[in-house]
Protein backbone atom coordinates (compact mmCIF):
# COMPACT_ATOMS: atom_id res chain seq x y z
CA UNK A 1 0.00 0.00 0.00
CA UNK A 2 1.31 3.33 -0.67
CA UNK A 3 2.11 5.75 1.80
CA UNK A 4 3.09 9.25 2.73
CA UNK A 5 5.39 10.60 6.14
CA UNK A 6 5.50 13.71 6.65
CA UNK A 7 7.55 13.63 10.15
CA UNK A 8 7.54 17.15 11.23
CA UNK A 9 4.11 18.26 12.08
CA UNK A 10 4.91 22.13 12.94
CA UNK A 11 7.87 23.97 11.39
CA UNK A 12 8.74 28.12 12.12
CA UNK A 13 11.32 29.90 10.00
CA UNK A 14 11.93 33.59 10.22
CA UNK A 15 11.22 35.90 6.91
CA UNK A 16 14.12 35.63 4.30
CA UNK A 17 15.74 31.91 5.93
CA UNK A 18 15.66 29.07 3.87
CA UNK A 19 13.47 26.07 4.29
CA UNK A 20 12.75 22.03 3.89
CA UNK A 21 10.18 19.97 4.54
CA UNK A 22 10.57 16.62 4.49
CA UNK A 23 8.66 13.90 2.63
CA UNK A 24 9.08 9.79 2.84
CA UNK A 25 7.13 7.47 0.59
CA UNK A 26 6.21 4.15 0.28
CA UNK A 27 5.36 2.86 -2.97
CA UNK A 28 5.51 0.22 -4.73
CA UNK A 29 5.99 1.10 -8.00
CA UNK A 30 7.98 4.09 -9.59
CA UNK A 31 6.28 6.81 -7.69
CA UNK A 32 4.71 9.86 -8.49
CA UNK A 33 5.06 12.44 -6.26
CA UNK A 34 3.43 16.19 -5.76
CA UNK A 35 3.89 18.94 -3.52
CA UNK A 36 0.33 20.56 -2.35
CA UNK A 37 -0.13 24.05 -0.14
CA UNK A 38 -3.23 25.16 1.41
CA UNK A 39 -3.52 28.61 2.87
CA UNK A 40 -6.09 28.97 5.77
CA UNK A 41 -9.34 28.83 4.34
CA UNK A 42 -8.56 27.18 1.19
CA UNK A 43 -8.40 24.37 -0.99
CA UNK A 44 -5.69 22.81 -1.79
CA UNK A 45 -3.01 24.34 -4.85
CA UNK A 46 -0.32 22.40 -6.37
CA UNK A 47 2.97 23.62 -6.24
CA UNK A 48 5.09 20.99 -7.94
CA UNK A 49 5.45 17.31 -9.43
CA UNK A 50 7.84 14.46 -10.08
CA UNK A 51 6.87 12.10 -12.62
CA UNK A 52 10.27 10.88 -14.22
CA UNK A 53 13.17 12.14 -15.20
CA UNK A 54 15.36 15.10 -13.40
CA UNK A 55 15.11 14.46 -10.02
CA UNK A 56 15.11 18.42 -9.20
CA UNK A 57 12.07 20.31 -9.87
CA UNK A 58 10.84 23.04 -10.02
CA UNK A 59 6.98 24.09 -8.89
CA UNK A 60 5.64 27.75 -8.33
CA UNK A 61 6.61 30.40 -5.71
CA UNK A 62 9.93 29.13 -5.52
CA UNK A 63 9.65 26.48 -4.72
CA UNK A 64 11.89 23.03 -5.89
CA UNK A 65 11.69 19.52 -4.22
CA UNK A 66 14.15 16.80 -5.11
CA UNK A 67 13.51 12.99 -5.65
CA UNK A 68 15.66 10.69 -4.45
CA UNK A 69 15.10 7.22 -4.26
CA UNK A 70 17.44 5.64 -2.56
CA UNK A 71 16.54 7.75 0.77
CA UNK A 72 12.71 7.18 -0.73
CA UNK A 73 12.02 10.78 0.08
CA UNK A 74 10.75 13.94 -1.88
CA UNK A 75 11.97 16.98 0.31
CA UNK A 76 10.37 20.53 -0.47
CA UNK A 77 13.00 23.18 -0.32
CA UNK A 78 12.67 27.08 -0.76
CA UNK A 79 16.27 29.29 -0.27
CA UNK A 80 14.29 32.53 1.10
CA UNK A 81 11.58 32.26 2.73
CA UNK A 82 8.25 34.84 2.62
CA UNK A 83 5.66 35.89 4.96
CA UNK A 84 2.86 35.24 2.66
CA UNK A 85 4.43 31.48 2.51
CA UNK A 86 2.69 30.16 5.63
CA UNK A 87 0.07 27.52 5.19
CA UNK A 88 0.13 23.88 5.44
CA UNK A 89 2.15 21.96 3.32
CA UNK A 90 1.27 18.31 2.29
CA UNK A 91 3.13 15.81 0.07
CA UNK A 92 1.20 13.08 -1.88
CA UNK A 93 2.02 10.14 -3.63
CA UNK A 94 -0.54 8.20 -6.31
CA UNK A 95 -0.10 5.64 -9.44
CA UNK A 96 -0.29 7.12 -12.98
CA UNK A 97 -3.39 5.95 -14.89
CA UNK A 98 -5.48 6.86 -17.56
CA UNK A 99 -8.97 7.56 -15.76
CA UNK A 100 -8.37 6.23 -12.08
CA UNK A 101 -6.35 8.22 -9.42
CA UNK A 102 -6.19 8.00 -6.03
CA UNK A 103 -3.73 9.97 -4.45
CA UNK A 104 -2.62 9.83 -0.80
CA UNK A 105 -1.38 12.85 1.47
CA UNK A 106 0.91 12.97 4.22
CA UNK A 107 -0.73 14.73 7.26
CA UNK A 108 1.21 17.81 6.20
CA UNK A 109 3.20 20.70 8.07
CA UNK A 110 2.10 23.51 9.47
CA UNK A 111 4.33 26.56 8.24
CA UNK A 112 4.87 29.16 10.52
CA UNK A 113 6.75 32.61 9.10
CA UNK A 114 7.75 35.00 11.75
CA UNK A 115 8.97 38.62 10.42
CA UNK B 1 -9.87 30.63 -7.48
CA UNK B 2 -9.26 27.13 -8.68
CA UNK B 3 -12.60 27.09 -10.91
CA UNK B 4 -14.28 24.07 -8.84
CA UNK B 5 -17.62 25.07 -6.94
CA UNK B 6 -18.70 23.55 -3.72
CA UNK B 7 -21.37 24.03 -1.78
CA UNK B 8 -22.49 24.61 0.90
CA UNK B 9 -19.75 26.71 2.53
CA UNK B 10 -20.50 25.27 6.24
CA UNK B 11 -23.46 23.60 7.43
CA UNK B 12 -24.50 22.58 11.18
CA UNK B 13 -26.56 19.59 11.52
CA UNK B 14 -27.75 16.70 14.48
CA UNK B 15 -26.21 13.17 14.67
CA UNK B 16 -28.93 10.69 12.70
CA UNK B 17 -29.54 13.06 10.25
CA UNK B 18 -28.55 13.15 6.37
CA UNK B 19 -26.37 15.85 4.33
CA UNK B 20 -26.04 16.18 0.64
CA UNK B 21 -22.85 18.15 -0.38
CA UNK B 22 -22.59 19.67 -3.71
CA UNK B 23 -19.55 19.36 -6.44
CA UNK B 24 -19.49 21.51 -9.59
CA UNK B 25 -15.72 20.81 -11.42
CA UNK B 26 -13.96 23.25 -13.55
CA UNK B 27 -15.28 23.03 -16.91
CA UNK B 28 -14.53 20.25 -18.88
CA UNK B 29 -12.96 18.29 -16.12
CA UNK B 30 -14.32 14.60 -16.56
CA UNK B 31 -12.87 13.54 -13.10
CA UNK B 32 -14.27 14.48 -9.41
CA UNK B 33 -12.76 13.13 -6.40
CA UNK B 34 -13.87 13.51 -2.42
CA UNK B 35 -11.48 14.02 0.35
CA UNK B 36 -12.27 14.56 3.58
CA UNK B 37 -10.08 15.93 6.26
CA UNK B 38 -10.30 15.96 9.89
CA UNK B 39 -7.80 16.91 12.53
CA UNK B 40 -7.40 13.50 13.60
CA UNK B 41 -7.02 11.47 10.08
CA UNK B 42 -5.56 14.62 7.47
CA UNK B 43 -6.73 14.30 3.87
CA UNK B 44 -8.83 11.21 3.60
CA UNK B 45 -9.61 10.12 -0.09
CA UNK B 46 -13.35 9.04 -0.25
CA UNK B 47 -13.68 7.98 -3.87
CA UNK B 48 -13.42 9.52 -7.42
CA UNK B 49 -16.15 9.21 -10.45
CA UNK B 50 -14.87 9.82 -14.12
CA UNK B 51 -17.33 10.75 -16.54
CA UNK B 52 -20.08 9.42 -14.21
CA UNK B 53 -18.50 5.76 -13.16
CA UNK B 54 -16.93 5.11 -10.19
CA UNK B 55 -13.29 4.55 -10.80
CA UNK B 56 -11.71 4.55 -7.21
CA UNK B 57 -12.30 4.28 -3.83
CA UNK B 58 -10.52 4.78 -0.83
CA UNK B 59 -11.88 4.56 3.34
CA UNK B 60 -15.43 6.00 2.27
CA UNK B 61 -18.00 4.64 5.00
CA UNK B 62 -21.18 2.71 4.02
CA UNK B 63 -22.86 5.46 5.65
CA UNK B 64 -22.06 7.77 2.83
CA UNK B 65 -22.63 7.79 -1.20
CA UNK B 66 -21.51 9.82 -3.94
CA UNK B 67 -22.35 10.05 -7.46
CA UNK B 68 -21.38 11.68 -10.53
CA UNK B 69 -24.10 13.27 -12.72
CA UNK B 70 -24.58 13.63 -16.58
CA UNK B 71 -23.41 17.45 -16.41
CA UNK B 72 -20.26 16.31 -14.34
CA UNK B 73 -21.64 17.63 -11.17
CA UNK B 74 -21.01 15.35 -7.82
CA UNK B 75 -23.14 14.87 -4.96
CA UNK B 76 -21.57 13.34 -1.63
CA UNK B 77 -24.13 12.35 0.61
CA UNK B 78 -23.57 11.96 4.26
CA UNK B 79 -26.54 9.73 6.71
CA UNK B 80 -26.63 8.57 9.68
CA UNK B 81 -24.53 11.08 10.84
CA UNK B 82 -22.13 11.19 14.05
CA UNK B 83 -19.91 13.32 16.06
CA UNK B 84 -16.92 12.13 13.97
CA UNK B 85 -18.08 13.08 10.80
CA UNK B 86 -17.74 16.66 11.83
CA UNK B 87 -14.82 17.95 9.14
CA UNK B 88 -13.78 19.73 5.93
CA UNK B 89 -15.16 17.43 2.97
CA UNK B 90 -13.31 18.81 -0.32
CA UNK B 91 -13.88 18.11 -3.91
CA UNK B 92 -11.43 18.55 -6.64
CA UNK B 93 -11.89 17.93 -10.33
CA UNK B 94 -9.31 17.04 -12.74
CA UNK B 95 -9.25 16.41 -16.69
CA UNK B 96 -8.79 12.57 -16.52
CA UNK B 97 -6.95 10.34 -13.67
CA UNK B 98 -4.73 12.98 -11.73
CA UNK B 99 -1.82 10.64 -12.54
CA UNK B 100 -2.09 11.81 -16.55
CA UNK B 101 -1.95 15.63 -15.51
CA UNK B 102 -0.58 15.38 -11.52
CA UNK B 103 -3.21 18.06 -10.68
CA UNK B 104 -6.03 18.07 -8.71
CA UNK B 105 -7.97 21.29 -8.87
CA UNK B 106 -9.57 22.04 -5.22
CA UNK B 107 -12.65 23.52 -4.14
CA UNK B 108 -12.31 25.52 -1.17
CA UNK B 109 -14.74 23.03 0.89
CA UNK B 110 -17.79 22.30 2.83
CA UNK B 111 -17.05 22.35 6.74
CA UNK B 112 -19.64 20.01 8.07
CA UNK B 113 -20.39 20.49 12.24
CA UNK B 114 -22.57 17.79 13.53
CA UNK B 115 -23.81 18.09 16.94
Known amino acids: AQSVTQPDIHITVSEGASLELRCNYS??????LFWYVQSPGQGLQLLLK??????LVQGIKGFEAEFKRSQSSFNLRKPSVHWSDAAEYFC?????????????FGTGTRLQVTL | DSGVTQTPKHLITATGQRVTLRCSPR?????VYWYQQSLDQGLQFLIQ???????AKGNILERFSAQQFPDLHSELNLSSLELGDSALYFC??????????????FGEGSRLTVL
Open chain 2, 49 to 55: YYNGEER
Open chain 1, 27 to 32: YGATPY
Open chain 1, 50 to 55: YFSGDT
Open chain 1, 92 to 104: AVGPLTGTASKLT
Open chain 2, 92 to 105: ASSLVGAGLTGELF
Open chain 2, 27 to 31: SGDLS
